[in-house]
T-cell receptor, first 114, second 114 residues
Framework: NAGVTQTPKFQVLKTGQSMTLQCAQDMNHEYMSWYRQDPGMGLRLIHYSVGAGITDQGEVPNGYNVSRSTTEDFPLRLLSAAPSQTSVYFC?????????????FGPGTRLTVT | AQKITQTQPGMFVQEKEAVTLDCTYDTSDPSYGLFWYKQPSSGEMIFLIYQGSYDQQNATEGRYSLNFQKARKSANLVISASQLGDSAMYFCAMRVRGAQKLVFGQGTRLTINP
């Protein structure tokens, strides 16, 4: 049971480049989310998904796209990277139901846009 | 809207002392959950403890306890007998009923001195 996995761990992009951050979970969780963490700040929600084929925007969605074709995978796409997207990105997943469920986080991807 | 406030950017504590990390929250929803996460220098997010708004007793998990004062809207984390390995960033977070996102505070950097 690997939990939540993310690739890559580190990435450097030039302004205007595109890339996809990968996220996968093997716990059969319905819900998956992407957060970003900027220096000195807590995590902020980018996009989330309540199940395969269903996604919605979070607090800071601009510049990012997501899709959820399977329960296991939830990739995050940067279509045209900007320096403002330099951040650490966390993928998370959890079961449905209530508000007491623990959210499992991946190890994070550190992205630098120059 | 929901909001989490952590007013202590940094704290320094001697090893073996108890430490309290402050967290206040704001929500109009009567049903919510409060979480604490630890983020060591390695970057991963580690779940520590959860408190539900209807829980009658304060949550405890080993050396961690949550001092929940509903009327004051505070959910302080207490770490007893601190250890060098407790040095990390600590985040307070909240989820309200029906929402699928966690709202995070800005965090408190805890340093344990030998």
């Amino acid at each position: 049971n690997a939990g939540v996995t993310q690739t890559p761990k580190f990435q450097v992009l030039k302004t205007g480049q595109s890339m996809t951050l990968q996220c996968a979970q093997d716990m059969n969780h319905e819900y998956m989310s992407w957060y970003r963490q900027d220096p000195g700040m807590g995590l902020r929600l980018i996009h989330y998904s309540v199940g395969a084929g269903i996604t919605d925007q979070g607090e800071v969605p601009n510049g990012y796209n997501v899709s959820r074709s399977t329960t296991e995978d939830f990739p995050l796409r940067l279509l045209s990277a900007a320096p403002s997207q330099t951040s650490v990105y966390f993928c998370a997943s959890h079961f449905t139901g209530g508000q007491g469920f623990e959210q499992y986080f991946g190890p994070g991807t550190r992205l630098t846009v120059t | 809207a929901q909001k989490i406030t952590q007013t202590q950017p940094g704290m320094f504590v001697q090893e073996k002392e108890a430490v309290t990390l402050d967290c206040t929250y704001d929500t109009s929803d009567p049903s919510y959950g409060l979480f604490w996460y630890k983020q060591p220098s390695s970057g991963e997010m580690i779940f520590l403890i959860y408190q539900g708004s209807y829980d009658q007793q304060n949550a405890t998990e080993g050396r961690y306890s949550l001092n929940f004062q509903k009327a004051r809207k505070s959910a302080n984390l207490v770490i007893s007998a601190s250890q060098l390995g407790d040095s990390a960033m600590y985040f307070c977070a909240m989820r309200v009923r029906g929402a699928q996102k966690l709202v995070f505070g800005q965090g408190t950097r805890l340093t344990i001195n030998p």
